[in-house]
């Protein structure tokens, strides 16, 4: 995308199954979004219109959030990527497949009849899955919500023709710039800030709520320290990974963490290394 040419460049902010969260965090910061406006053609926005129409024409830049849920869900994706040169995925949904990924080890059956006990009401559902287990996807902003900054930055260094500067560095190390107090050591409460990409400066931990991992992993957790940490305050095997499993895809959980935190945690030497599950 070169923001040289003459013609500003076309973008399109697409929902799929989700709350809906990026799109509202991106309409909420107004001053932001009417600067935007000044330097893209915004040409599709799916919550910022009553009425949806279809977009025929080719886009720059596809911002899509949510998981992929239904055969419509990725009928729809497929469709935007053809229609993108670039797509970028915004919201944990979007890049891990998020909290509707908890359920993604029950059969949608099985999920169907203990919720409305009917195994069939929604025969096209699926098992929720990231965008990047169907399509290419260019960029991630992860997060829920996206931290309206984070993607700002992201949209400045595409439109200059770069890449967006990604964070490798976990949540802890935001708590620590802020002097928070560590909720494992002082509570032992289970925080998945070790293993947690930053970029939210330690939000919920400043209001002394422990870190979810809602913004999913980061590229290269400790594991043998942060093991060793959890292991150290009295914290299961089992509360850690349960916690890690809300927003970060169940496969990568077992495949990095699981059997991690299984281990002796007086082992030492102990590496796994990470494979990266969005593919971006």
Same mark, same amino acid.
């Given at each position: 995308?070169?923001?040289?040419?003459?013609?500003?460049?076309?973008?399109?902010?697409?929902? $799929?199954?989700?709350?809906?969260?990026?799109?509202?965090?991106?309409?909420?910061?107004?001053?932001?979004?009417?600067?935007?406006?000044?330097?893209?053609?915004?040409?599709?926005?799916?919550?910022?219109?009553?009425?949806?129409?279809?977009?025929q =024409?080719?886009?720059?830049?596809?911002?899509?959030?949510?998981? +992929?849920?239904?055969?419509?869900?990725?009928?729809e994706?497929?469709?935007?990527?053809?229609?993108?040169?670039?797509?970028?995925?915004?919201?944990?949904?979007?890049?891990?497949?998020?909290?509707?990924?908890?359920?993604?080890?029950?059969?949608?059956?099985? $999920?169907?009849?203990?919720?409305?006990?009917? =195994?069939?009401?929604?025969?096209?559902?699926?098992?929720?899955?990231?965008?990047?287990?169907?399509?290419?996807?260019?960029?991630s902003?992860?997060?829920?919500?996206?931290? #309206?900054?984070?993607?700002?930055?992201?949209?400045?260094?595409?439109?200059?023709?770069?890449?967006?500067?990604?964070? !490798?560095?976990?949540?802890?190390?935001?708590?620590?710039?802020?002097?928070? #107090?560590?909720?494992?050591?002082? &509570?032992?409460? +289970?925080?998945?800030?070790? *293993?947690?990409?930053?970029?939210?400066?330690?939000?919920?931990i400043?209001?002394?709520?422990?870190?979810? =991992?809602?913004? =999913?992993?980061? !590229?290269d957790?400790?594991?043998?320290?942060?093991?060793?940490?959890?292991?150290?305050?009295?914290?299961?095997?089992?509360?850690? +990974? !349960?916690?890690?499993?809300?927003?970060?895809?169940?496969?990568? *959980?077992?495949?990095?963490?699981?059997?991690?935190?299984?281990? !002796?945690? &007086?082992?030492r030497?102990?590496?796994?290394?990470?494979?990266?599950?969005?593919?971006?």
């Open positions: 995308m070169n923001s040289r040419t003459a013609q500003k460049p076309k973008v399109g902010i697409f929902g $799929l199954t989700g709350c809906a969260g990026d799109q509202l965090a991106l309409l909420n910061a107004e001053p932001e979004l009417i600067a935007l406006a000044g330097r893209v053609d915004v040409v599709v926005f799916d919550m910022a219109i009553s009425r949806k129409e279809e977009w =024409g080719m886009l720059d830049l596809a911002l899509v959030e949510g998981s +992929v849920c239904s055969q419509r869900d990725r009928e994706l497929e469709k935007i990527r053809k229609q993108s040169r670039s797509l970028m995925a915004i919201g944990s949904c979007a890049v891990w497949g998020g909290l509707p990924a908890m359920t993604a080890h029950i059969p949608v059956k099985q $999920l169907n009849k203990q919720v409305y006990d009917d =195994g069939e009401v929604f025969p096209k559902a699926m098992g929720a899955e990231p965008l990047s287990s169907f399509v290419t996807v260019d960029f902003i992860p997060g829920c919500p996206i931290e #309206i900054g984070e993607l700002l930055e992201a949209l400045a260094a595409i439109l200059a023709g770069g890449e967006p500067q990604r964070i !490798d560095f976990p949540v802890c190390a935001e708590c620590r710039m802020a002097e928070q #107090i560590c909720l494992v050591q002082s &509570q032992n409460r +289970v925080c998945c800030g070790p *293993v947690t990409v930053g970029g939210c400066k330690a939000r919920c400043s209001y002394g709520r422990p870190c979810d =991992g809602c913004r =999913g992993p980061v !590229d957790p400790c594991y043998d320290a942060t093991r060793e940490m959890f292991f150290r305050h009295g914290l299961a095997k089992a509360d850690v +990974v !349960d916690a890690l499993r809300r927003f970060s895809t169940p496969a990568w *959980v077992e495949r990095n963490l699981a059997a991690d935190f299984a281990g !002796d945690p &007086q082992r030497g102990h590496h796994r290394s990470q494979t990266k599950e969005s593919g971006t």
